[in-house]
C-alpha cells in the first residue's frame, strides 16, 4: 500500500509521500512515489502515485520521455488541467497496454495526484482516479489522500484549513504520516517531502527524510507525549459511566 | 457501516458501540449494536455487531429465544469459547438460511465481538469474523475492533495496553469514537458503553451517551483544543523542509 497527501493552501503547496512498496507482505521495498517535472520560472509540477508499481513507473517513465519528444507533454502543456488530462491519458494507454494480455484478474490500475502551478495561473491539486477521470481539490477541503488515507484523516479534518500556513501544515503533515506508520506496516519511511511557495515557480528537488531525521524524531517523540499527556488530562468519567 | 471497540483489560472490559446504519447515504437510521446477555451472580456476556443489520438482528433475535428453550444457549453453556461458538453457529445458519433465496449478489455476513465473564473462569473478548471462525484479544494487543476501525486505531495503538487502567481506557475509547464520527459520516451518536469490573457477575445494562451528554462534549472539546496547542507547540520545521 501506500499513502500519499497533498496540500492545497493560501500561502503554496505541500507534497509528502511515504516509500514502501509491497507485494504480499513478504515482499517489501522502498520506492519513491513523489516525481517532479520542472521548467525553471515556467513551471513546477509534482506527481504521487499510489497503486500497481509497474503501471506507475511505467506512466512516470513515458511521461519524461515524451518531454524529448514533439507533442504536448508535461514540460509545454499550457494549463496545470491539461497536464493532469496528459497523467490520465497515459494512465489509461498503459493500464489498456498491459491488460489486453492479461490472463488472470490482476488490479493493475493506479491513481495519481498531479499539482503546482504554471506561469500566470493560480497553483492547483488534482486527484486523477484509477479509472483516469479526476477532480480538484478546493478551499473547503484543501488536501487530497492516496492510499491508506484512514489512520492520518483525524489530524487533518481536526486541524488544516485553507490559511493553515506552510510550517504549521507540514507539522499536521509529518504527524498524520507518523500515525498512519505506527499503525499500517503497509506505509513506511522514509518519506519524501516537497514544500512549494505560491508564484516562485522555482526547480525544486523533493526532500528525503529518513527515520534517523533529528527534526522528524523529535517532533514524533513531543507529539507521542503531548498525546499521552492531553490524556490524562481528561477529567474522570462520571461514576455511572464505569459501574462503580 | 459501523465503529465497535471492545477492550480486555487487567481490570475488566470496556464494551463501546456506535448506532448509525445506512444502506446508501440516503437511509441512514439508529440501530443499537451492543447486546447484554446476563445471569446475575454467574454470567455477562455482550455481543457487538457490524455487517448487514437483518443478518446481525435476527442472530440476536435467535440467540435470545433460544435462552428460553432447552438445549444450549447463552445462559448456560459453561465457557465463554462456547458461547463463542453458538454466536457463529447462529451466524452460518442465518446468512446460509438468507443466502439459499438470494437472486442477486448481496453482502449478507455480520460480525460479531463476543465478550465477558462466566462463573469460575476468566474473562474474555472474541472476534468473530463473518465467516464464523473467530480469535481472542490477549494481553499482546488488549482490543479488538469492528467496522470503520482505521480512522480511531492511531490513538488506541498509541496508548492502549493490557494494565491501563478502566477510566483511562474508557477516555482512550471515547477518543477513538470522536475521531471516527468527525470523518466518517457512516458511524454516529448516540454510542452504547458498558464497563465490566473483572469478576463481578452482575447483570448490567448498556449506558447510552448522546452527542449532548455532559461529560462526552467537555472531553470532545478539551481533546480538540489539546491537539491544536500540542500542534502548535511542535517546533517549526528546519528550513530546507519548507524551502526557504
Known amino acids: 500500500m501506500t499513502y500519499c497527501v497533498a496540500m492545497h493552501l493560501a500561502d503554496g503547496l505541500v507534497f509528502i509521500s ?60 499550457a494549463t496545470l488541467y491539461d497536464a493532469t488530462v496528459l497523467v490520465a491519458e497515459t494512465l489509461r494507454e498503459v493500464v489498456l497496454r498491459d491488460r489486453s494480455v492479461l490472463t488472470e484478474e490482476i488490479e493493475l490500475s493506479s491513481s495519481f495526484i498531479v499539482g503546482g502551478q504554471i506561469a500566470g495561473a493560480p497553483m492547483g491539486i488534482y486527484n486523477v482516479y484509477a479509472q483516469g477521470n479526476f477532480f480538484q481539490a478546493t478551499p473547503d477541503t484543501p488536501f487530497l489522500q492516496l492510499g491508506e488515507s484512514k489512520y492520518g484523516r483525524p489530524i487533518l479534518d481536526r486541524n488544516l484549513s485553507y490559511c493553515t500556513p506552510l510550517d504549521e501544515a507540514l507539522r499536521c503533515g509529518l504527524i498524520s504520516f507518523d500515525s498512519t506508520i505506527r499503525s499500517n506496516l503497509s506505509v513506511g519511511m522514509p518519506l519524501d517531502l516537497l514544500v512549494y511557495r505560491k508564484d516562485r515557480l522555482q526547480a525544486m528537488e523533493r526532500l528525503r527524510i529518513t527515520s534517523d531525521d533529528p527534526y522528524y524524531r523529535q517532533i514524533r517523540q513531543q507529539w507521542s507525549d503531548g498525546l499521552k499527556q492531553l490524556l490524562a488530562e481528561l477529567p474522570p468519567p462520571p461514576r455511572d459511566y464505569l459501574a462503580e
Chains 1, 2 share one sequence.
Do not use: Y
Open 18 to 77: 511515504d516509500s514502501r512498496t509491497n507485494a504480499g507482505i513478504d515482499q517489501i521495498s522502498t520506492f519513491g512515489k513523489l516525481f517532479v517535472f520542472s521548467v525553471p520560472g515556467d513551471r513546477l509540477i509534482v506527481l504521487q502515485t499510489a497503486g500497481n508499481l509497474a503501471t506507475s513507473q511505467s506512466v512516470i517513465n513515458l511521461l519524461e520521455q515524451r518531454t524529448r519528444a514533439t507533442g504536448n507533454h508535461l514540460l509545454n502543456v
